[in-house]
C-alpha cells in the first residue's frame, strides 16, 4: 500500500501551481482537445530544459506545470478513473 504523507509535499505544490495558474490565466474553461494542446506545449518545454542541458530542476518546474494542468482539466471535465480487473 502506498503511504499518503510521501505525497504531501507533491500535492502541496499541485495546489500551489493551480493557484498560480488560475491567477495569471483566470478560470474559463477548456475543452479536452485544448487542454492536451496546452499540456503537449507544457510538455515539450519540459523536455526542451531537459535536452538543452538546463538540468533536471528547469524539466521538474515544468513538470510540475504538466500536472497541474492536467488536473485543471480534470476538474473542468471531472475524473473517470481506471477500471480495476
Same mark, same amino acid.
Given at each position: 500500500?502506498?503511504? =499518503?504523507?510521501?505525497? !504531501? =509535499?507533491? /500535492? %502541496?505544490?499541485?495546489?500551489?501551481?493551480?493557484?498560480? !495558474?488560475?491567477?495569471?490565466? +483566470?478560470?474559463?474553461?477548456?475543452?479536452?482537445?485544448?487542454?492536451? /494542446?496546452? /499540456?503537449? %506545449?507544457?510538455? %515539450?518545454?519540459?523536455?526542451?530544459?531537459?535536452? #538543452?542541458?538546463?538540468?533536471?530542476?528547469?524539466? /521538474?518546474?515544468?513538470?510540475? !506545470?504538466?500536472?497541474?494542468? +492536467?488536473?485543471?482539466?480534470?476538474?473542468?471535465? +471531472?475524473?473517470?478513473?481506471? #477500471?480495476?480487473?
Amino acid at each position: 500500500m502506498l503511504d =499518503p504523507t510521501r505525497f !504531501q =509535499p507533491v /500535492l %502541496a505544490a499541485i495546489l500551489r501551481e493551480r493557484a498560480y !495558474q488560475e491567477n495569471k490565466w +483566470g478560470t474559463d474553461g477548456h475543452t479536452v482537445g485544448e487542454w492536451l /494542446l496546452i /499540456l503537449e %506545449a507544457e510538455l %515539450a518545454e519540459a523536455k526542451e530544459g531537459w535536452v #538543452k542541458g538546463k538540468g533536471n530542476a528547469d524539466a /521538474l518546474r515544468e513538470i510540475l !506545470q504538466v500536472v497541474a494542468v +492536467g488536473c485543471a482539466c480534470l476538474e473542468d471535465h +471531472g475524473v473517470i478513473e481506471r #477500471k480495476t480487473a
